[in-house]
């Protein structure tokens, strides 16, 4: 089996790529399986289950960024996916802190990106794209030329190596390339590792310390006149 996570901000078009590739994984009498990962709310699973009538799931992560809920609970996807005889896995993570990589080494990794999110944005989500193998720059028709093509350059710029699809997913544009790679992907290997190396540790604000103020913390911090620094032991 093969496993593709794809990540990216919110309201990129992630669900609306993977609907496409869905399409089109079936019309080639490949079997999906997808798992939605989001923090309160989420009926995706939902629509694409009746959609496509293919096994979809859920995961709320709850107090537990979804980046950081998808490394804990990969595995237990993989087996479930396994277990339904898929040939491919999709995992689709909300990814909302930006600095997390969801990506697995020797599997694929799509970053869904938003041309409408401005000239900047790839400059601002670090890990998420750096990390990725495939960059969809989706809704391509509501920006100029010229846009596109400032766009593009800023996503080679923070990730070289990257492969770039230009897509208006709602119509379909732009899948058929995607659909390639996936398929040339190496099926899954266990034990799984995560695609470089994630944020430092638990940090005292996540295990719900409330005081506000860098003396009353410690692992990696920072003040407004001190870069990063360490504190404890």
């Given at each position: 089996?093969?496993?593709?996570?794809?990540?990216?901000?919110?309201?990129?078009?992630?669900?609306?790529?993977?609907?496409?590739?869905?399409?089109?994984?079936?019309?080639?009498?490949?079997?999906?399986?997808?798992?939605?990962?989001?923090?309160?709310?989420?009926?995706?699973?939902?629509?694409?289950?009746?959609?496509?009538?293919?096994?979809?799931?859920?995961?709320?992560?709850?107090?537990l960024?979804?980046?950081?809920?998808?490394?804990?609970?990969?595995?237990?996807a993989?087996?479930?996916?396994?277990?339904?005889?898929?040939?491919?896995?999709?995992?689709?993570?909300?990814?909302?802190?930006?600095?997390?990589?969801?990506?697995?080494?020797?599997?694929?990794?799509?970053?869904?990106?938003?041309?409408?999110?401005?000239?900047?944005?790839p400059?601002?989500?670090?890990?998420?794209?750096?990390?990725?193998?495939?960059a969809?720059?989706?809704?391509?028709?509501?920006?100029?030329?010229?846009?596109?093509?400032?766009?593009?350059?800023?996503?080679?710029?923070?990730?070289?190596?990257?492969?770039?699809?230009?897509?208006?997913?709602?119509?379909?544009?732009?899948?058929?390339?995607?659909?390639?790679?996936?398929?040339?992907?190496?099926?899954?290997?266990?034990?799984m590792?995560?695609?470089?190396?994630?944020p430092?540790?638990?940090?005292?604000?996540?295990?719900?310390?409330?005081?506000?103020?860098?003396?009353?913390?410690?692992?990696?911090?920072?003040?407004?006149?001190?870069?990063?620094?360490?504190?404890?032991?």
């Open positions: 089996m093969k496993l593709v996570i794809f990540a990216g901000p919110p309201t990129c078009g992630k669900t609306t790529v993977i609907k496409q590739v869905i399409k089109r994984m079936l019309k080639k009498n490949y079997k999906p399986s997808y798992i939605k990962i989001d923090v309160l709310f989420a009926d995706e699973d939902e629509n694409i289950r009746n959609e496509f009538h293919i096994p979809s799931r859920k995961i709320y992560s709850g107090e960024c979804p980046d950081h809920c998808n490394v804990v609970i990969l595995d237990e993989v087996e479930w996916a396994e277990k339904s005889e898929s040939d491919y896995l999709f995992v689709e993570t909300a990814g909302l802190c930006l600095r997390c990589s969801p990506y697995v080494e020797n599997s694929l990794g799509v970053v869904v990106l938003e041309a409408t999110s401005g000239m900047n944005l400059r601002k989500i670090g890990p998420m794209l750096t990390l990725a193998d495939i969809v720059i989706t809704k391509i028709d509501l920006i100029s030329q010229a846009e596109r093509e400032v766009f593009r350059y800023r996503v080679l710029e923070a990730a070289s190596e990257i492969a770039i699809v230009e897509s208006n997913a709602l119509y379909g544009i732009g899948i058929d390339p995607i659909v390639k790679i996936i398929e040339k992907t190496n099926d899954v290997e266990h034990p590792f995560l695609k470089g190396n994630p430092v540790g638990t940090c005292t604000i996540c295990v719900g310390k409330k005081e506000i103020g860098a003396k009353n913390h410690f692992g990696v911090l920072r003040t407004m006149e001190q870069d990063l620094f360490y504190v404890g032991e």
